[in-house]
């Protein structure tokens, strides 16, 4: 029986395991905190992050890496963005160079700048890094609702065994070579979403979150091709498939982190009230140095960031933006999807 371990059991992680449980593998799921991991036990479910789904028996909660880990033949890392380096230094005594690392989490990490398989790679250089990423609410997986992701990576034949791990009769898993675009894809589109948040929350209709999420692809697409990524993957489901979803559901934390700071909560409060990791705030300040380092425009990031670090006036900065100056549309777009990509 294949076995595969989870490490992280957030929401993302318990709707994972869960899945993967359900095709009858043997899931290892791990979490720092024992109480967490002591309530699965007892409960077999997750009433912190996950409630009102139950957690099959094949899957073993766990606080401790090391038997966690042993005979896994697939890692899932299901940790917020900026725990990832930590997490694989936990984990570096305990994996061996044949097990495969597949990543869920959608971020870059401060400071370096470095996409998150690109962290894992330093820390663990000797295991193969895959990223699974797409439009996907933990809740919808975890019950079952259709949905559609990718898995990316180095190896085609690897990427296909993944799919094949992955896949059941709701979870349908595409295959994409581009990891840079899938990875600049899941974590854009968090600072998007912020702002989608925000225009719900200070009233404004489905013109201005329409205009948001379209400019918004393109700030995308325009930061990836200075970093490397193709244009089709945000045409596809990393890119504007995870975009639409995470801008229109009250499932996405950071929408509903910019609904509040629409409504004039500060910052801190926001934080507060939604309880968990909301990885569009960390991924705007990065995304904006990363802009201003290679002079790439990115007027809605730079706006959202003045929001989140500057203490800007929201209404203010919507101002600002409708007024900037006048462009073609049709040029812009030709100068990023058909000129200059490899």
Same mark, same amino acid.
């Given at each position: 029986?294949? *076995? #595969? &371990? ?12 869960? $899945?993967?449980?359900?095709? /009858?593998?043997? !899931? ?7 109480? #967490? ?13 996950? %409630? ?28 917020? $963005? ?18 495969? #690392?597949?990543?869920? &989490? ?8 470095? @996409? ?41 034949? *690897?990427?296909?065994?993944?799919? =094949?791990? +992955?896949?059941?009769?709701? +979870?349908?898993?595409?295959?994409? %070579?581009?990891?840079?675009? !899938? ?12 702002? &989608?948040?925000?225009?719900? /929350? ?5 013109? $201005? ?21 193709? $244009?089709?993957? +945000? ?26 700071? /629409?409504?004039?909560? %500060?910052?801190?409060? !926001? ?27 990115? %007027? ?15 209404? =203010?900065?919507? @101002? ?10 049709? =040029? ?11």
């Amino acid at each position: 029986m294949l *076995k #595969i &371990a989870v490490i992280g059991a957030g929401s993302w992680g318990t709707a994972i395991a869960s $899945s993967l449980g359900k095709k /009858g593998y043997e !899931v290892s799921l791990w979490h720092r905190r024992e109480e #967490i991991i002591n309530n699965i036990k007892e409960k077999r479910e997750n009433t912190k992050y996950l %409630p009102g789904i139950t957690i099959d028996e094949n899957i073993y909660p766990t606080v401790n890496l090391e038997e966690a880990l042993i005979d896994a033949e697939v890692i899932v890392l299901a940790v917020s $963005s900026q725990a990832v380096r930590n997490v694989c230094e936990s984990l570096e005594p305990y994996v061996n160079s044949d097990q495969i #690392i597949v990543n869920l &989490a959608k971020g870059l990490e401060a400071d370096t700048y470095l @996409r998150l398989s690109q962290v894992i790679n330093e820390v663990l250089p000797y295991n193969e890094v895959y990223v699974l990423s797409g439009p996907s609410h933990a809740e919808e997986v975890a019950k079952g609702i259709p949905t559609t992701v990718v898995v990316s990576g180095e190896s085609r034949e *690897k990427s296909e065994y993944l799919q =094949e791990v +992955f896949s059941t009769d709701t +979870f349908r898993v595409y295959t994409n %070579p581009d990891i840079v675009g !899938v990875e600049l894809g899941g974590a854009l589109k968090n600072i998007i979403a912020l702002g &989608a948040g925000m225009s719900d /929350g200070l009233g404004y209709g489905d013109n $201005s979150k329409a205009a948001l999420m379209t400019r918004g692809i393109v700030e995308i697409s325009r930061l990836g091709k200075v970093l490397g990524a193709k $244009s089709e993957s +945000f045409a596809g489901l990393t890119g504007i498939g995870d975009l639409i979803v995470t801008c229109t559901s009250m499932h996405s934390r950071n929408r509903r982190a910019g609904i509040l700071l /629409g409504e004039g909560m %500060p910052l801190q409060d !926001v934080l507060k009230e939604i309880g968990m990791v909301v990885e569009g705030i960390n991924a705007t300040k990065i995304a904006y140095q990363i802009s201003n380092l290679y002079h790439c425009d990115m %007027p809605i990031t730079t706006a959202i960031y003045k929001v989140l670090y500057e203490n800007a006036d929201v209404k =203010e900065v919507v @101002r600002d933006m409708m007024t900037r100056k006048k462009k073609n549309e049709i =040029e812009e777009i030709n100068s990023l999807y058909y000129h200059g990509w490899k």
